[in-house]
């Protein structure tokens, strides 16, 4: 059974940071690429940033130089650094890692940023 479970959002000033993590089981993490999103309450869910394998590193336009996505295979957990936050970052964080037509979900974590 696989799970991702996510930690480390908060309430936070804009200008501020945040680490994100999601840790997995129940899949070979090291041969699968991980993504984030995020969901902004009244809005559709939206793709953040996706690393690869390899560790090849995707972003949202609206979070380039501002977010990190990074993973540790030793211990099944990818993260997401967040800089430099803006009230428009506000939203339910997820982690999520698709295989074999399959989209596997955490519960998500929150991140609030207040102006």
């Known amino acids: 059974q696989v799970q991702l479970v996510e930690s480390g959002g908060g309430r936070v000033q804009a200008g501020g940071s945040l680490r994100l993590s999601c840790v997995a089981s129940g899949i070979l993490f090291s041969a699968n690429a991980v993504a984030w999103y995020r969901q902004a309450p009244g809005k559709q869910r939206e793709s953040v940033a996706r690393i690869s394998v390899a560790s090849s590193r995707t972003y949202a336009d609206s979070v380039k130089g501002r977010f990190t996505i990074s993973r540790d295979n030793a211990k099944k957990t990818v993260y997401l650094q967040m800089d430099s936050l803006k009230p428009e970052d506000t939203a339910v964080y997820y982690c999520?890692?698709?295989?074999?037509?399959?989209?596997?979900w955490g519960r998500g974590t929150l991140v609030a940023v207040s102006s």
């Open positions: 999520n890692i698709a295989r074999s037509g399959t989209n596997y």
